[in-house]
């Protein structure tokens, strides 16, 4: 029997996920260069610079852009293939043991309840799919990286994933999925998504830093701070 007129048009409700602290209790980008570090892949002066633009991030003061920009272009001629294999391993060795199961479980209610569920995040596919995965979610919206004949070029496809950017990759899927913005939730720990929270009827402050809490506590919005994931081996302690 063919899906009723009605119900094909009806707008559909979006559940939306920022990922670094919201979903996980980690910064990805942060994650990937200690794994570098471990791997030999960098030195220590490399690690120092990454630790440095993250400090600038929590700041306010780093511009996203050029440091994204910069960074993509140590993809440049490596195959596509690969760095999927080895963001799949990444991932499930370092990034899956810092979900938040309370974020966790909160995706599975937006399931059960019909929302179509999407992670929203300034990170590229190769860290945002696995994640995805593991947790069930069919959406992602993310940073592109141009890629020709299975190879990166180390360019990005403007815009990044970030701020107004965001909301560019975030409209074509609305659109794309039907999604009425009025009725739909976004989660999120950072004051710079607050384009995406002010276009939702259900913002939810998620483990806010300090100017989001500020934020939400004045626009009198839902703020829910999670419990850090347990390590497995701390979990099996007596």
Not at 11 to 28: L, V
Not at 29 to 36: I, P, Q, T
Not at 159 to 170: A, D, N, V
């Amino acid at each position: 029997m063919s899906q009723p007129e009605a119900d094909r048009y009806r707008p559909q409700i979006g559940a939306f996920f920022d990922m670094d602290k919201t979903i996980i209790a980690e910064n990805s980008a942060s994650l990937f260069m200690r794994h570098r570090y471990l791997q030999g892949e960098i030195g220590n002066i490399d690690l120092l610079k990454g630790l440095g633009a993250y400090l600038q991030y929590k700041l306010g003061v780093l511009d996203i852009r050029s440091w994204t920009v910069g960074m993509m272009q140590q993809f440049a001629g490596q195959s596509e293939a690969q760095l999927e294999r080895e963001a799949l391993a990444w991932v499930d060795e370092m990034v899956v043991g810092t979900i938040y199961p309370e974020a966790e479980a909160i995706i599975s209610e937006h399931k059960a309840r019909g929302h179509i569920v999407a992670i929203v995040s300034g990170a590229t596919r190769f860290v945002v799919k696995p994640i995805a995965d593991h947790l069930g979610v069919q959406h992602i919206v993310y940073t592109r990286l141009e890629v020709e004949n299975g190879t990166f070029t180390g360019r990005v496809i403007e815009p990044i994933c970030f701020e107004e950017g965001k909301i560019y990759w975030l409209q074509q899927f609305i659109e794309e999925q039907r999604i009425e913005l009025a009725m739909s939730y976004f989660y999120t720990d950072s004051i710079t998504d607050l384009p995406l929270l002010d276009i939702v009827g259900h913002p939810v402050a998620t483990n806010p830093d300090p100017m989001l809490y500020r934020t939400a506590v004045k626009r009198r919005w839902p703020v829910r701070f999670f419990d850090p994931p347990v390590a497995p081996e701390a979990a099996s302690e007596p």
